[in-house]
């Protein structure tokens, strides 16, 4: 053993004094390992952090998130009474109900909005975190006016005071008091993100909460040796029967692990992103086989006289295998610190856009990755130059020359497979491009430039339907009234805005068969809706300053909405009338009278996703609702929200509706007033950022699959210098003799653009759920990267091939 390891370090010794007497192979080498190696160990420390690490919270593999599946569709929220049965469960340690909402929160210095969450009594049970100071809430707390603030709340608004306990803040227009801050890093529910209050859950005699809800969110803790199946039957058994004995709306019982619902939808991304880095990768270990078989040719004679001396085929194939994972080893400890780099960019970049980026770090797992890709590297990329080395020391290798032809032949199978792979890497980038293209190219049905989104909190979020009915109008009033305003309106579900009210209701058309009752979306707007977001009336008339209280009830639809109940046309002047469920003993209609049909308004993208498809939505003038609507304060009381339409310059605007909102909506908190043409653009965040760095990865795989052909060719032109100077002799022109350089390239670059596009398919099908609006083979993508492919490749055949068609005949034959 002690042998070996001298001779295994004899060879890095040896390895060494070859890097640095061939300077020029050993920096190309090494950056273009540093380079594939660097960005895959990135990506394997983001998939790690990300994906395969537990979630800093104990034991939280025994967390679950529950949620039902009602006619295929998941739905997160449960009915209490729901919870209260759940939580009798005997196989559960906690559950952990919960609600999340902006919120007013005013503190000596002032209002802001900060992230409500509303508990149940067991709530910090399911996370099993202890505060930092203080303590957590607990059953005892149910009724009681007390929070608990998270470490971002206490360091931005409490300025990390550490006798923060006993103060009293005021949520919304209750004052309660803090009982304890956690620790810094807590982030349970996964969505409470940002500054977060904790408060008791407080439930009216109705079974709704002070936000009008009567449902929550729920994870729940196993006990300690609990098998989930015996746990998911049992609650599963309890759903079943907490429900009304028919009712289908219940659905069924189902869950998955908390990890997961943190870190679901990134997934895809994330994983095609490895993917990507792995075929960078491969790319990079096909380079550096091609160096190393060129290098290799070089030093023929010196492996003929080291195996001459005594050495053997074994000691020679440990030689060069020590030396490519020495060349590897170097190149990782390169890419070590370009992946910290990295790692430490997206952390800073990102930490707060998506889940879990701000524990981006290079746990052991990774480093023993990249520890593992320098070998594999290193072995692989030595496998070529062995076998030649191999041959070359045979028994008639001094009698004999090797022919040249089998080499060009493996070195260009090689530059082959480096085409294939960049033509994969490029086709993924194009088809992300390509969906980045027709996402911005949408159909939003209403004009966003100009146009800029208010969103506002009540201070007191119980207000009465009148009140809030008043509030609207004196608002909407005075914002069409500001200078440089052009038109302002209300709508309850601003499209990229951070809410989606509305409602689902039951109605039927009137001539329909009784009994056929069909659902759409609800919404509110007012009569200046066109004016202010551009959406013109495709049929009838929109709403005017008459259709108010008191008169015949009327509403606009989209084009959804008549697509799906009327064929695609004669929606205008139909009759409509929401229906009820006379079981549950309450009558839920937003308006009771029948409704006509005015007109009807073009589809628009809502939700916060250009790729979100426009379902069915019939809209009301919001003065038509009657005050005492049960539905009103879940339409108007949550988020208001409107819309004003002005050429103002952003800062002007934001100071003159500010000034309006204290004059005229003194009892509304502001929670953001931005242009929607940003909204948008913040939509398209996660697309960008996946295109730019699968482009990325392109444009370095195409940079060194040009760099690899380059290396060939210049390569074999120098093998073949006396053959083409006798072919010149014998009267070939130079024209000939780019040709013979420019065929042989023509043949690398045509089977590695045909194993591309075989390739590009199934890696269109990975991808697949990232696109929109391209299919995962679309001929147009395949044939730019094939044209982008044929001139890069040619530029880099064009300077070997001038080489070879400059050899002087008389030169070259006595150079040899």
Same mark, same amino acid.
């Given at each position: 053993?002690?042998s070996?390891?001298?001779?295994i ?26 380079? $594939?190696?660097g ?17 800093a ?20 929220n ?41 508990t ?5 049970a399911?996370?099993?975190? =202890?505060?930092?100071l203080? @303590?957590v809430?607990?059953s005892?707390?149910?009724?009681a ?20 306990l ?9 004052a ?19 500054e ?30 609990v ?14 029967? /907490? ?19 943190v ?31 060129a ?12 195996s001459? *001396? ?13 030396? /490519? ?15 910290l780099a990295?790692?430490?960019w997206a952390?800073?970049r990102?930490?707060?856009?998506f ?19 320098a ?20 028994v ?10 089998? @080499?060009?032949? *493996? ?6 497979v ?6 994969v890497?490029?086709t993924?980038?194009?088809l992300? +491009?390509?969906?980045?293209?027709? +996402? ?16 506002l909190?009540?201070v007191?979020?119980k ?19 500001? =200078?440089?305003?052009?038109?302002a309106?209300t709508?309850? /579900?601003?499209?990229f ?13 009137a001539g329909? =068969?009784?009994?056929?009752?069909d ?8 009569? $200046? ?10 049929e ?7 259709d $108010?209280?008191?008169?015949? =009830? #009327?509403?606009?639809v ?13 929606? #205008? ?16 209609? #937003?308006?009771?009278?029948p409704i ?12 916060q996703? *250009? ?5 069915? +939505?019939?809209?009301l ?9 049960g539905?009103?304060h ?83 032109v120098a ?11 014998l ?9 013979l ?11 590695g653009?045909?194993l ?7 890696? $269109?099908?990975a ?13 147009v993508?395949l044939?730019?990267?094939a ?19 400059s ?10």
């Amino acid at each position: 053993m002690k042998s070996i390891m001298m001779s295994i370090l004899q060879d890095i010794r040896y390895a060494l004094r070859q890097l640095r007497n061939a300077p020029g192979f050993a920096v190309t080498a090494i950056l273009t390992l540093a380079l $594939g190696i660097g960005a895959t160990t990135a990506m394997l420390a983001v998939v790690d952090s990300v994906l395969l690490r537990p979630v800093a919270l104990p034991h939280a593999e025994r967390l679950m998130d529950l949620s039902r599946r009602i006619d295929g569709q998941r739905a997160d929220n449960f009915d209490l009474p729901d919870v209260d049965a759940l939580a009798k469960a005997k196989t559960l340690e906690a559950v952990a109900a919960y609600g999340n909402f902006p919120s007013p929160v005013t503190t000596a210095d002032g209002m802001r909005i900060a992230q409500l969450t509303t508990t149940s009594p067991g709530f910090f049970a399911g996370p099993g975190v =202890p505060a930092r100071l203080g @303590r957590v809430l607990t059953s005892a707390d149910a009724h009681a006016p007390v929070t608990v603030v998270n470490d971002a709340f206490w360091r931005e608004t409490l300025h990390a005071d550490p006798h923060v306990l006993g103060t009293t803040v005021k949520v919304g227009t209750r004052a309660v008091t803090i009982v304890g801050v956690m620790p810094a890093g807590f982030s349970f529910p996964q969505y409470a993100q940002g500054e977060v209050l904790f408060t008791p859950r407080v439930v009216d005699a109705s079974g709704k909460d002070e936000h009008g809800f009567s449902s929550a969110d729920v994870t729940v803790r196993l006990k300690a040796g609990v098998a989930p199946e015996a746990a998911l039957a049992e609650l599963r058994a309890i759903f079943a029967n /907490s429900g009304k004995p028919g009712d289908t709306s219940h659905g069924t019982l189902t869950w998955r692990p908390y990890k997961e619902s943190v870190t679901g939808d990134e997934r895809p991304a994330l994983l095609m992103l490895l993917g990507a880095c792995g075929l960078l990768l491969a790319i990079a270990c096909v380079n550096s086989a091609n160096l190393q078989i060129a290098r290799g040719a070089a030093r023929t004679g010196e492996m003929q006289v080291r195996s001459a *001396l005594g050495a053997g085929r074994a000691r020679l194939l440990q030689q060069i295998v020590t030396e /490519s994972v020495t060349v590897s080893a170097i190149g990782a400890g390169l890419g070590l610190g370009l992946a910290l780099a990295l790692l430490r960019w997206a952390s800073s970049r990102y930490g707060e856009r998506f889940p879990r980026f701000d524990e981006l770090a290079l746990h052991p797992a990774a480093f023993a990755g990249c520890a593992l890709l320098a070998v594999a590297v290193g072995v692989l990329a030595a496998v070529a130059p062995a076998i030649g080395v191999l041959r070359s020391t045979g028994v008639r290798a001094a009698a004999q020359a090797r022919p040249v032809t089998r @080499r060009s032949r *493996l070195t260009g199978a090689l530059v082959a497979v480096e085409i294939a792979l960049t033509c994969v890497l490029l086709t993924t980038a194009g088809l992300l +491009l390509r969906t980045f293209r027709a +996402l911005e190219q949408q159909p939003l049905g209403f004009d966003p430039h100009h146009l800029v989104e208010i969103t506002l909190m009540p201070v007191n979020p119980k207000m009465e339907g009148a009140a809030l009915e008043q509030v609207y109008t004196r608002l909407l009033d005075r914002l069409n009234t500001l =200078p440089g305003v052009e038109a302002a309106t209300t709508q309850t /579900s601003l499209p990229f805005s951070n809410f989606t009210l509305e409602m689902d209701g039951a109605f039927r058309v009137a001539g329909r =068969p009784a009994g056929k009752t069909d659902h759409t979306a609800i919404g509110l707007i007012d009569a $200046g809706y066109s004016r202010a977001t551009g959406a013109p009336v495709l049929e009838g008339r929109g709403f005017t300053p008459g259709d $108010g209280a008191g008169t015949q =009830p #009327v509403c606009l639809v989209n084009q959804a909405f008549v697509r799906r109940f009327f064929g695609g046309r004669g929606a #205008v002047g139909s009759v409509v009338e929401f229906t009820y469920d006379e079981k549950d003993g309450g009558d839920d209609r #937003v308006i009771k009278a029948p409704i006509v049909i005015a007109g009807v308004l073009p589809d628009v993208v809502g939700g916060q996703s *250009l790729a979100d498809r426009p379902s069915p +939505l019939l809209l009301l003038d919001y003065k038509q609702i009657p005050p005492g609507s049960g539905s009103l304060h879940f339409l108007m009381g949550l988020a208001p929200q409107f819309a004003v339409r002005s050429s103002l310059p952003l800062a002007t605007l934001q100071t003159e509706i500010r000034a309006a909102l204290k004059q005229s909506a003194p009892e509304m908190a502001e929670m953001r007033i931005e242009p929607v043409d940003a909204s948008i653009a913040a939509s398209l965040a996660n697309q960008r950022l996946a295109l730019w760095l699968a482009a990325g990865f392109g444009v370095v795989a195409l940079l060194l699959a040009s760099v690899g052909l380059y290396g060939v060719l210049a390569y074999a032109v120098a093998q073949r210098t006396r053959e083409i100077g006798i072919r010149m002799a014998l009267g070939s022109s130079r024209a000939q003799a780019m040709r013979l350089v420019m065929t042989q390239a023509a043949g690398m670059v045509a089977l590695g653009l045909a194993l591309g596009c075989a390739g590009s398919w199934p890696a $269109g099908r990975a991808v697949r759920a990232l696109l929109f609006g391209v299919h995962a083979l679309d001929p147009v993508t395949l044939a730019l990267v094939a044209v982008a492919l044929l001139a890069v490749c040619a530029v880099a055949a064009a300077v070997p091939a001038r080489r070879a068609a400059s050899i002087d005949p008389m030169q070259a034959l006595r150079a040899e």
